[in-house]
């Protein structure tokens, strides 16, 4: 079946304070290469049948109101990916 | 992405404003309405500085004199709380009012500091964010004064408990303080959960803290000595919340314009876990020599207190501000909310020392500049001067405004308009209505809510919700500790603003009494409409007076607080809702007195008077009533009731006690029986021929200045014979009985617990799940 996926992201102006823990872990192992780390999450919406121009459009109402909140964070993808 | 500073100071360079430059530019159109400065404050500004200000100063000067930070519009109000207090009520105080919490003197070489403030307007944006960094802010307020934060409480206002954005609004922000509170490891021992459709848009979020510290360990917020060093520690700055005091706290706002929504600050616990630690530790090794945390208008905030404080000059270079956003103007960094950031002052001796400290913690820290003799604050960006001010005309000479006020013209027929519906009358009926009332959203079971907090950790809670007041031990060795309550009632203040705060007072009075504490202080945190409404201005002069009359009567001074104004939407305000929160202290925490009884065979005595006093009352509300006159308040008889309450305590005389507010005498018998599942016999016949009631109103009336008490029997006549040599009203009126399961109210009805547990603990799951 397949899903579409939906990326949300903390506004770039705002703290992330989970993001921030990590920046500070990945030098005591060691991994040094990293100037930043930034935390979002990603939900994956699976769908029976074909995805149609309304499902897609349903999926970015979710988006918008339901899987991030507008005021702290960005939707930076919803896009559908393919049976596999 | 790196930039190399070269780059970096070159894409700075290009917009920056100096003071030079704006000297030389005086025509140049400046944003000053945008930010929300008045065309005469702007003015005001143009003839202090003798030039127009700079991009960096406007940012300052609109953040500094908003009403938020600058209290234009309260101020000629509030300094009755400082005219009002008398040499007596100042001997426990070791700072009054005006620095970042007041400090009270405990005895045993400890003090403790407390303050309740508000974080309305974020909450209701954000509400899971605007709440915990609403704890976040109160607690940094404790640390600053050289205090371990022990204890957090939150009094809480939502609108309609069935209207749809009340799920949203109660989720959010009891999760955000919950989340914030617990990862902090401070328990949250109490506040207030009121449902009322005028806070609807305006929810109240006020957050209070308590720091205990030895006396010798009190910060003040002051940069004093030419030479000594500047330092910003703590989180890096960011774009948080800029414009949030200014733009954000002080206009009213409508859901329909989001273009007014800045961006929202999100708190980070664990920095500020490590912050206190971090603190304390400074605090400790004597490295500091003058702390501010950083809160509304950071920087801008912290630079003009801290100068004008101190000897009146500091010099600050703002490009060593570290940034998480390089991309922030100065204006920008002067305004910034960012969360969990503080500033010192360090003898230039000490640097290392500090240093070494902040290594220990891994907290970041940049050196600012230093304090100097001149008198003036001066900031500059990249040797360049953006900000050349006299400190005290941003932090202290801000405008003040007297304007004029009127009282509302509906007033006389909202007084005249008492409470008159039918009456419950005969037994089942009253029944009924005892079960109505503990069902309704106000006096439901909260814990729903508080099950969300800690209300232990640390194993010094000695008393939390639901009991009348929360309790910590201070001192583990002798049990020294100290009681806070904070209550509001915006009825009765919306009946009679005077009366409504000396209320609020006596009940956070009685509530620390009651738990056994002697009072010892106040602070408040007043909420009300727009200060540019005549009605709201006389709403808010009426309360002020009111509770600085209400402490001078009880000997308790206000220490500190909060204002938030502009609490309305749509040009409707919330009833004017002065939350007073009151510290008392024991000698013992042991001694105090919970609000269950639990011992059968205890009699059970109603101290005070009744009348027919159901205006404004929780009654009332639930037929949708609000009008008449709030009950008569006699301050003299709290005095003396708490007074009873804390010997009786102190001398083991009573077991259990609870005050009488909000429902009266049913809701004070339902919550004892409830608080352990212990029933009980009661019989109020011969109290209702004494004060002239009927059982109804006897059960229902909310009239002050009383408690019920649970008396072991061989104590009795002790305890009958002090309220009598004190001339203070009591009678029995039942007996505690562990068999029965129920309340009898004899030759009436019984009323089995679980059937009134049902009621009382069902309504907020039924509502938020």
Same mark, same amino acid.
Request: hydrophobic share 35%.
């Given at each position: 079946m397949p899903r579409i996926v939906v990326d949300v992201m903390p506004k770039p102006e705002i703290l992330d304070p989970q993001g921030k823990a990590i920046a500070g872990a990945l030098p005591r192992l060691g991994l040094t290469g990293f100037a930043g780390v930034r935390q979002g999450k990603r939900f994956e919406l699976t769908v029976d049948g074909d995805v149609t121009p309304e499902i897609l459009e349903q999926a970015r109402t979710a988006a918008a109101t339901l899987l991030s909140n507008p005021v702290i964070e960005d939707v930076t993808r919803v896009e559908v990916i393919p049976e596999a | 992405m790196t930039v190399s500073p070269s780059a970096a100071a070159e894409q700075k360079k290009f917009r920056i404003d100096t003071v030079e430059h704006a000297a030389a530019t005086p025509d140049t159109e400046l944003p000053w309405a945008e930010l929300g400065l008045k065309e005469d404050e702007f003015h005001r500004v143009v003839e202090i500085l003798g030039r127009r200000p700079t991009a960096a100063e406007l940012a300052m000067y609109s953040v500094m004199w908003s009403e938020h930070c600058s209290y234009k519009s309260s101020k000629v109000h509030l300094k009755q709380f400082g005219d009002k207090v008398t040499d007596k009520m100042k001997e426990h105080l070791l700072v009054g009012i005006g620095e970042n919490a007041g400090v009270v003197d405990i005895g045993e070489g400890w003090a403790v500091t407390f303050k309740v403030e508000s974080h309305n307007h974020p909450s209701f944006v954000e509400p899971y964010q605007g709440a915990a960094t609403g704890v976040g802010g109160i607690v940094r307020d404790i640390i600053s004064m050289g205090a371990r934060p022990v204890a957090v409480m939150d009094p809480l206002r939502f609108g309609a408990i069935d209207h749809p954005d009340t799920a949203r609004l109660v989720h959010g922000i009891v999760s955000g303080i919950g989340g914030y509170g617990n990862s902090l490891g401070l328990p949250n021992i109490g506040g207030e959960l009121v449902f009322d459709s005028?806070?609807?848009?305006n929810p109240l979020v006020n957050a209070l803290a308590v720091g205990v510290m030895r006396h010798e360990d009190i910060r003040l917020a002051n940069a004093s000595g030419a030479g000594n060093k500047v330092v910003l520690f703590g989180a890096r700055t960011g774009g948080d919340g800029i414009g949030g005091a200014s733009v954000l706290a002080s206009e009213s706002f409508d859901?329909?314009?989001? %273009?007014?929504?800045p961006a929202v600050q999100v708190g980070d616990p664990f920095a500020e876990k490590v912050l206190i630690e971090c603190c304390l530790e400074l605090f400790k090794s004597s490295v500091v020599e003058g702390i501010q945390d950083l809160g509304a208008a950071g920087i801008s905030c912290a630079t003009s207190e801290l100068a004008s404080n101190g000897d009146g000059g500091m010099h600050v270079e703002l490009t060593n501000v570290l940034l998480r956003d390089p991309t922030l103007t100065p204006g920008e960094i002067l305004m910034s909310e960012s969360q969990e950031r503080m500033m010192a002052v360090v003898t230039p001796e000490n640097v290392e020392a500090f240093e070494a400290i902040m290594d220990k913690w891994n907290v970041e820290y940049s050196w600012l500049g230093e304090v100097t003799g001149t008198g003036r604050l001066i900031i500059d960006w990249d040797g360049e001067t953006i900000v050349d001010v006299d400190p005290r005309t941003v932090a202290h000479e801000g405008p003040v405004y007297q304007r004029p006020m009127s009282r509302p013209a509906a007033q006389d027929s909202i007084q005249a308009? %008492?409470?008159?519906?039918e009456r419950p009358f005969g037994s089942a009926a009253v029944k009924d209505a005892i079960l109505e009332l503990m069902a309704s959203p106000n006096m439901c079971d909260k814990s729903w809510v508080t099950n969300q907090y800690d209300r232990y950790v640390q194993g010094n809670?000695?008393?939390?919700?639901?009991?009348?007041a929360g309790v910590v031990r201070v001192d583990e060795t002798t049990g020294l500790g100290v009681a806070v309550s904070t209550d509001a009632n915006g009825r009765y203040s919306y009946l009679n603003p005077y009366e409504g705060a000396k209320l609020a007072l006596a009940e956070s009075y009685r509530n620390v009494s009651t738990a056994g504490a002697k009072p010892l202080a106040v602070t408040d945190c007043l909420n009300f409409g727009s200060p540019e409404d005549p009605e709201v201005r006389w709403q808010f002069a009426e309360s002020v007076r009111g509770l600085a009359d209400g402490c001078r009567e009880l000997g308790v001074p206000v220490t500190g607080g909060n204002v938030s104004l502009y609490n309305q939407t749509g040009g409707v305000a919330i009833h004017p809702t002065p939350v007073v929160g009151v510290l008392g202290v024991f000698d013992d925490v042991a001694r105090r007195t919970p609000s269950g009884w639990r011992q059968d065979g205890q009699a059970i005595y109603l101290m005070g008077t009744t009348q027919d006093e159901l205006d404004g009352s929780e009654y009332a509300n639930l037929r949708g009533h609000l009008g008449g006159q709030p009950p008569k308040v006699d301050l003299q008889a709290e005095k003396l009731l708490g007074e009873l309450l804390v010997n009786a305590s102190r001398d083991g005389m009573i077991d259990a006690a609870h005050d009488l507010s909000e429902g009266g005498l049913a809701a004070a018998l339902s919550e004892m029986a409830l608080r352990f599942g212990v029933g009980a016999r009661i019989g109020l016949g011969e109290v209702c021929e004494r004060d002239g009631v009927d059982l109804f109103t006897l059960l229902f009336s909310e009239s002050q200045a009383r408690a019920v008490v649970a008396v072991a029997r061989s104590e009795e006549v002790r305890f009958k014979d002090m309220c009598s040599a004190r001339g203070f009203a009591h009678a029995r009126i039942g007996v505690v009985d562990t068999e029965i399961g129920a309340l009898d109210f004899q030759s009436n009805f019984t009323l089995p617990l679980d059937e009134l547990k049902a009621a009382h603990e069902g309504t907020l799951p039924r509502y938020f799940g």
């Open positions: - | 005028v806070y609807q848009g859901a329909d314009k989001p %273009s007014k929504r308009n %008492s409470f008159n519906a809670t000695a008393l939390a919700m639901p009991d009348d």
